[in-house]
């Protein structure tokens, strides 16, 4: 079975602080992602990355970056964190499309993050 | 680039009664459709997917949907529905070879005693 596993189940942050998600897939998996999710919204792509070192921005990408150095592994980094990103934050990756892939999503238990 | 509309963000049912929720998605280009379901504090699991072939697609847990291209709609139905089955479910979809999958609002379903 895929795993896809999330480092912290839950978090709780000052404003201003630096806060890093971290996320490791096993599955050999080439395409990674982190998405938002809030109430109301359902999930918000913020970043992908179909390769190491490579990243793309999804929709909602201000306030954050990414870092992925290797395969397995893909970062979150708020640099600032504000209370608007209060959310739970979700992990997945999936197989490469060019390898024929439908883009199914394989994805962590997620993240929740309080910033006070 | 696609997109998916969750018609209802709540339902409620009664145990054993039957349930449909509905998705309706818009893409210029073939589509890959899929319904994730996520149980409280918990990621998102695959409920089921449709690729090609039968427009009818069953899943785990007696969930099934049908893909109706004309309606460009993908609804979710279980003819029975049980306690354990609340939850919210997510409607997505991708485009052929594309990895950018695209979800809908969500639609928490509570089923009642």
């Known amino acids: 079975d895929v795993k896809v596993t999330q480092s912290s189940r839950y978090l709780v942050k000052r404003t201003g602080e630096k806060v890093f998600l971290e996320c490791v897939q096993d599955m050999d998996h080439e395409n990674m992602f982190w998405y938002r999710q809030d109430p109301g919204l359902g999930l918000r792509l913020i970043y992908f990355?179909?390769?190491?070192?490579?990243?793309e921005k999804g929709d909602i990408p201000e306030g954050y970056s990414v870092s992925r150095e290797k395969k397995e592994r893909f970062s979150l980094i708020l640099e600032s964190a504000s209370t608007n990103q209060t959310s739970m934050y979700l992990c997945?990756?999936?197989?490469?499309?060019?390898?024929?892939?439908?883009?199914?999503?394989?994805f962590g238990e997620g993240s929740r993050l309080t910033v006070l | 680039a696609q997109s998916v509309t969750q018609l209802d963000s709540q339902v409620p049912v009664f145990e054993e009664a039957p349930v449909e929720l509905r998705c309706n998605y818009s893409s210029s280009v073939s589509v890959y459709l899929f319904w994730y379901v996520q149980y409280p504090n918990q990621g998102l699991q695959l409920l089921l997917k449709y690729l090609s072939g039968s427009t009818l697609v069953k899943g785990i847990n007696g969930f099934e949907a049908e893909f109706n291209k004309s309606q460009t709609s993908f609804h979710l139905r279980k003819p029975s529905v049980h306690i354990s089955d609340t939850a919210e479910y997510f409607c997505?979809?991708?485009?052929?070879?594309?990895?950018?999958?695209?979800f809908g609002a969500g639609t928490r379903l509570t089923v009642k005693p």
């Open positions: 997945a990756s999936s197989l490469s499309g060019s390898s024929g892939s439908t883009g199914e999503l394989f």
């Open positions: 990355s179909y390769d190491v070192k490579m990243k």
């Open positions: 997505a979809v991708s485009r052929y070879n594309n990895n950018d999958m695209r």
